[in-house]
């Protein structure tokens, strides 16, 4: 069936780059997304990308897309404490998406 | 513009009770999807709304269920709640380019 995985857990330092990983399975969903997570809070969209695109840069974030292998990448430029969070991937063609386990995300000043 | 909008954010039922959930997604916005979070199963697709039809469902017991009214607003129903059902519950809608947001959840806990 659909599946979408992640790793868990990613230590950077303040400064540093961080790239978060995500493989899927679905070749057929149209959109791939990246969602940010603090605690107590709902999903914040970071970025979103059509899957006929190979990459896309907003401002310190980019994300790229390998359609071939199924694997989709989120790299946050000069990555701050504030980045603390969980980060989800997902994919889906309308509202209904399939979502990774979450990588947490520390960033050490 | 305002965003997704969720009441209540926080709410406590007893096993047996049943508890309904409202979401006000963002203004033009058609879709109007559910999900539940909880630390074990992680994000779990619920249902999806469009113009007032359901147009998806996963993989719930017929417990869960939801309807979306002619202004776009959404509400989903548990009945018969159990301990399993406590879960960040998160209301989503998407805009006509693809772009999916999300409330802020409402917190359910059933002792």
């Known amino acids: 069936g659909e599946d979408v995985e992640q790793s868990l857990f990613l230590s950077v330092r303040e400064g540093d780059s961080s790239v978060i990983n995500c493989t899927y399975t679905d070749s057929s969903s149209t959109y791939l997304y990246w969602y940010k997570q603090e605690p107590g809070a709902g999903l914040q969209l970071l970025t979103y990308i059509f899957s006929n695109m190979d990459m896309k840069q907003d401002q310190r974030l980019t994300v790229l897309l390998n359609k071939k292998d199924k694997h989709l990448s989120l790299r946050i430029a000069d990555t701050q404490t504030g980045d603390s969070a969980i980060y989800f991937c997902?994919?889906?063609?309308?509202?209904?998406?399939?979502f990774g386990q979450g990588t947490t995300l520390q960033v050490k000043p | 513009k305002a965003g997704v909008t969720q009441t209540p954010r926080y709410l406590i039922k007893t096993r047996g009770q049943q508890v309904t959930l409202s979401c006000s997604p963002i203004s033009g916005h058609r879709s109007v999807s559910w999900y539940q979070q909880t630390p074990g199963q992680g994000l779990q697709f619920l249902f999806e709304y469009f113009s007032e039809t359901q147009r998806n469902k996963g993989n719930f017991p017929g417990r869960f269920s939801g309807r979306q009214f002619s202004n776009s607003r959404s509400e989903m129903n548990v009945s018969t709640l159990e301990l399993g059902d406590s879960a960040l519950y998160l209301c989503a809608s998407m805009s006509s380019t693809g772009e999916l947001f999300f409330g802020e959840g409402s917190r359910l806990t059933v002792l």
């Open positions: 997902a994919e889906g063609n309308t509202g209904k998406l399939i």
